[in-house]
């Protein structure tokens, strides 16, 4: 007997894989940038 | 292609193309998205699960980029030895395993209704699960050679080796689902044609292209991150050594 499962929390699941995880490395991205931007603004100071 | 070799002159033209590949590629990719999953049809067979493709797709296509990607620059690096070549191979390392990643899962969500499992060991699968592997490896590598005090070039060099090596996979995971028998079916898009209705492609296309958008602009910021650090290790170092001469 097929086993009859709802499409819908598979497609949920999978656009909050790619929509949370795509926001999270863009987060990651310009939070590292500006750290290492920071730090290298720092190294200038005598 | 020396032009952009001065770093100075590539933060210049970041400065202003990040924001922008960033803020047209969410646009882009959010609509796409909204449009997949609200707006475009079931599909006959496949039904209500076909709107996981929006994500599968680009996701699936950003992983193999992002590598081609790395072994066109690593192989820039080791020949032309240009100074951008291995830090844009470096910043596209962590988008590319990031989007496989959802590649994989992804496919595992889209798998489980679809063909009742979760996962098999197919040529598709594994030769993307090794694509991710592969991912792991470059980053460890890449990790190694920007920390290596002394012999840090030879393992950047071997890092962009890696990157060339590795490449081998990308035609195996594009003919995996004509060489071997597959659950995955065969490409429904290839250049100049498509098997697809344009109901399901132009909101696929319109998903690719925001996606691809913002792993260009998320590599830009990852190419500042890393030339930044690099400047700022290199002026310690610098201050370090005439601290100890005086």
């Known amino acids: 007997m097929r086993e009859t499962l709802d499409p819908w929390i598979f497609v949920y699941a999978a656009y909050a894989v790619g929509v949370g995880g795509t926001a999270l490395v863009i987060a990651w991205s310009l939070i590292s940038m500006r750290a290492a931007e920071r730090r290298r603004e720092r190294s200038r100071e005598p | ?246």
């Not at chain 2, 951008?84 to 992804?106: H, K, Q, Y």
């Not at chain 2, 499992?117 to 490896?137: A, H, K, P």
């Not at chain 2, 098997?195 to 319109?206: E, H, N, R, T």
Request: aromatic letters at 12%; proline letters at 4%; a positive charge.
């Open chain 2, 1 to 246: 292609m020396h032009g952009f070799a001065n770093p100075a002159r590539f933060v210049r033209l970041a400065r202003w193309l990040m924001p922008l590949l960033l803020g047209i590629g969410v646009a882009l990719a959010g609509a796409a998205l909204v449009w997949g999953l609200f707006f475009a049809p079931a599909e006959r067979l496949q039904g209500e699960t076909v709107r996981i493709l929006y994500v599968h797709v680009p996701s699936a296509w950003l992983g193999m980029g992002g590598w081609t990607a790395i072994a066109v620059a690593s192989f820039v690096e080791l020949v032309w030895r240009h100074p951008l070549a291995g830090i844009a191979a470096r910043a596209a390392a962590v988008p590319g395993a990031f989007f496989t990643a959802v590649c994989l899962i992804t496919g595992s969500l889209w798998g489980r209704p679809a063909w009742g499992t979760w996962w098999v060991w197919d040529g598709r699968l594994t030769s993307m699960l090794v694509l991710l592997f592969l991912y792991f490896g470059y980053i460890a590598l890449a990790q190694a050679a920007s920390g290596a005090e002394s012999g840090g070039h030879e393992a950047s060099r071997i890092a962009a080796v890696f990157g060339l090596v590795g490449a081998v996979n990308i035609p195996i995971i594009h003919y995996s689902v004509l060489w071997w028998n597959s659950l995955h079916q065969p490409p429904s898009i290839t250049i100049g044609k498509s098997a697809m209705a344009a109901d399901f492609l132009v909101p696929l296309l319109v998903a690719t292209l925001g996606f691809s958008l913002i792993f260009g602009g998320v590599v830009l910021a990852r190419m500042r991150a890393i030339l930044a650090d690099s400047q700022a290790e290199a002026r310690l170092r610098r201050k370090a050594m005439a601290r100890g001469a005086a």
